[in-house]
């Protein structure tokens, strides 16, 4: 017969068994738990990725049919306009030679208008296609913009070009182009300024846009900034990647700053 030692001795064994298999079915569970909080975690991860993906490239394909539409209006306005206003000018020369001196003066005055609109048109057709801004760079896009928009005498604008020659791809010079064309027409259409300030600066890496006006600005808090154009802004921003800071006070004007590193 076993001894009383020996049973105690079983008894210890079949309770340190004990132990062992609870603490292993804990651990079982734990890990069943850690690896069912893994793969959620992951679905999770996998099903945002794919919809940043998604919205990214439904931004990218807007993106794409707005500067289609630029470059067809743009070659719209060369090749047809331009060219019907260039035989309308010449019909004035034909007939400026058979009409009376009172006569001749009004033609000449619609010659000249119809030059002017033929230049407007020509500046026009360059900032809508995109590989003339390609051509020239960004930095010579946004002067060539300026200069357009001084002549028109809507305001004054001041451009600083504070930064050495550098790269960007050239989709995102495009985009990064009809940004600061968005902002210069939210300027004319809502802001009332009689100047405008355009810097284009490098911080290391980083190529910075800065637009300021002295317009009436707005309440960053209290009202709602929303709008076609501004939220054309922010989806070219988020798809080349820019960061888009803008500041305004009420009777302060508004400021843009554009950040996106460089190629």
């Known amino acids: 017969m076993p001894s009383e030692n020996d049973k105690y001795n079983e008894v210890i064994i079949v309770i340190i068994a004990g132990i062992i298999i609870f603490w292993a079915l804990i651990g079982c569970i734990v890990y069943f738990i850690m690896q069912y909080q893994r793969r959620r975690f992951q679905h999770a991860r996998e099903k945002a990725?794919?919809?940043s993906a998604f919205e990214k490239n439904l931004l990218q394909s807007r993106v794409e049919i707005q500067e289609q539409a630029f470059d067809q209006?743009?070659?719209?306005?060369?090749?047809?306009?331009?060219?019907?206003?260039s035989l309308a000018k010449l019909n004035l020369?034909?007939?400026?030679?058979?009409?009376?001196?009172?006569?001749?003066?009004?033609?000449?005055?619609?010659?000249?208008l119809i030059s002017n609109s033929i230049d407007q048109i020509r500046n026009i057709s360059k900032t809508l296609l995109g590989e003339k801004i390609n051509s020239i760079g960004?930095?010579?896009?946004i002067k060539n913009?300026?200069?357009?928009?001084?002549?028109?005498?809507?305001?004054?604008?001041s451009f600083t070009n504070a930064s050495p020659t550098f790269e960007l791809n050239p989709q995102k010079e495009i985009i990064l182009f009809r940004m600061v064309q968005e902002t210069l027409n939210n300027i004319i259409r809502h802001a009332g300024a009689t100047h405008v300030m355009i810097r284009i600066g490098y911080e290391g890496t980083l190529l910075k846009i800065f637009i300021q006006d002295n317009g009436k600005g707005f309440n960053l808090e209290?009202?709602?900034?929303?709008g076609i154009g501004l939220l054309n802004m922010k989806n070219r921003a988020q798809t080349i990647g820019a960061v888009l800071n803008i500041t305004s006070a009420v009777d302060q004007g508004t400021t843009v700053e554009i950040i996106l590193e460089s190629s």
Do not use: P
């Open 145 to 157: 913009e300026t200069e357009r928009l001084n002549k028109t005498g809507i305001f004054e604008v």
């Open 73 to 85: 209006i743009s070659r719209e306005l060369h090749d047809n306009i331009g060219q019907q206003l």
């Open 93 to 112: 020369n034909t007939l400026k030679t058979i009409a009376s001196q009172q006569d001749q003066d009004k033609i000449e005055s619609s010659r000249e």
């Open 49 to 51: 990725d794919l919809q």
């Open 138 to 141: 960004i930095a010579e896009a």
């Open 222 to 226: 209290t009202e709602r900034i929303s």
